[in-house]
């Protein structure tokens, strides 16, 4: 899923493609992409687009007239931009996996989503007070001090995974860069956030911060003048998400893993857990008793 850092640079592009133009129209290719039935979407063709925003993980695009639509990409949707050219052919937007087309004086913005799950959304909404109710109401650690962020951890007894990836705490943080945050914390993804002490509740609202400027600056970068076309939750540099097996950029240590649902969370056990294994709910249940405790008892285990 597009998390802080994507969303931010897909706002970038599209201020850059989209700001001061007018959106001819909006063409929905299914009838479960959109999730809002007032204001109508045809009210925002024929305006001009003034301000792009996030909001959380979604984009928030504001025309004339304080009409909103909001996109949300959830786990596979993405954002495509085909300029417009004088004299060259429309853009191809016949694909099964076109949610939406959106058609400015600019060129075509086209929302996709892989797979045959359809749980991107769109949403139109009036106002200021209409967009506010889009948003979880997470914190915004960037523009958040520390005691913003220590009483946002605690406010819940939650494991820092869960807490992290909550949008009702924070805003825009998801699966991946959350396994980055814990890692350059060097905490564990399952202690409680009641029982940190006030140094690792320090560390991690510094983590947190490092790591999503950190990877803005990156894919601003990487994207350049160009529309970000290679969004993915899985990015060389990364530390420890989607880096199971391979070693620990810090200490060399195999990257672990708990899986649970479609979701997998990463981590190094020397850096992070004190050396212990994490159970993972599959593995755990099959081998029960025999579960290993250390990374020395994972690899004795493996050479039987």
């Known amino acids: 899923m597009p998390?802080?850092?994507?969303?931010?640079?897909?706002?970038?592009?599209?201020?850059?493609?989209?700001?001061?133009?007018?959106?001819?129209?909006?063409?929905?290719?299914?009838?479960?992409l959109l999730r809002s039935v007032e204001p109508p979407v045809e009210a925002a063709h024929g305006k001009a687009v003034r301000e792009v925003r996030r909001v959380g993980?979604?984009?928030?695009?504001?025309?004339?007239?304080?009409?909103?639509?909001?996109?949300?990409l959830m786990i596979a949707g993405r954002l495509h931009w085909h300029a417009a050219i004088a004299g060259a052919k429309a853009a191809k937007t016949?694909?099964?996996?076109?949610?939406?087309?959106?058609?400015?004086?600019?060129?075509?913005l086209v929302?996709?989503?892989?797979?045959?799950?359809?749980?991107?959304?769109?949403?139109?909404?009036?106002?200021?007070?209409?967009?506010?109710?889009?948003?979880?109401g997470g914190l915004e650690v960037l523009e958040a001090d520390a005691q913003a962020f220590a009483t946002a951890?605690?406010?819940?007894?939650?494991?820092?995974?869960?807490?992290?990836?909550?949008?009702?705490?924070?805003?825009?943080?998801?699966?991946?860069?959350?396994?980055?945050?814990?890692?350059?914390a060097r905490l564990s993804p399952v202690a409680l956030t009641h029982r940190l002490t006030a140094d690792e509740i320090a560390r991690l609202y510094q983590a947190t911060r490092e790591v999503l400027v950190e990877w803005v600056d990156r894919l601003r970068a990487d994207a350049g003048d160009g529309f970000p076309e290679k969004v993915t939750a899985f990015r060389d540099g990364m530390a420890v998400h989607g880096r199971y097996g391979q070693p620990c950029p810090r200490c060399g240590a195999r990257i672990q893993r708990i899986r649970y649902a479609s979701n997998e969370t990463n981590y190094c056990a020397p850096c992070q857990t004190g050396g212990k294994l994490l159970a993972d709910r599959a593995l755990s249940r099959l081998l029960r008793q025999d579960w290993p405790r250390t990374l020395e008892e994972l690899e004795a285990l493996k050479k039987r």
Do not use: M
């Not at 640079?9 to 129209?25: H, N």
């Open 3 to 32: 998390e802080l850092p994507d969303v931010v640079v897909y706002v970038d592009a599209l201020r850059q493609r989209i700001l001061g133009r007018v959106l001819k129209r909006v063409n929905i290719r299914t009838p479960f």
């Open 57 to 72: 993980k979604r984009i928030a695009i504001g025309l004339e007239d304080d009409l909103w639509l909001v996109i949300h």
């Open 94 to 108: 016949g694909s099964k996996n076109v949610l939406a087309v959106f058609e400015f004086d600019s060129g075509t």
């Open 111 to 136: 929302l996709t989503e892989a797979g045959s799950e359809r749980r991107a959304a769109l949403h139109a909404a009036a106002g200021e007070e209409g967009l506010n109710g889009l948003h979880a």
């Open 153 to 184: 951890l605690t406010s819940a007894n939650h494991t820092l995974k869960r807490s992290l990836t909550d949008p009702h705490l924070f805003s825009g943080i998801g699966n991946a860069y959350s396994d980055e945050i814990l890692h350059r």
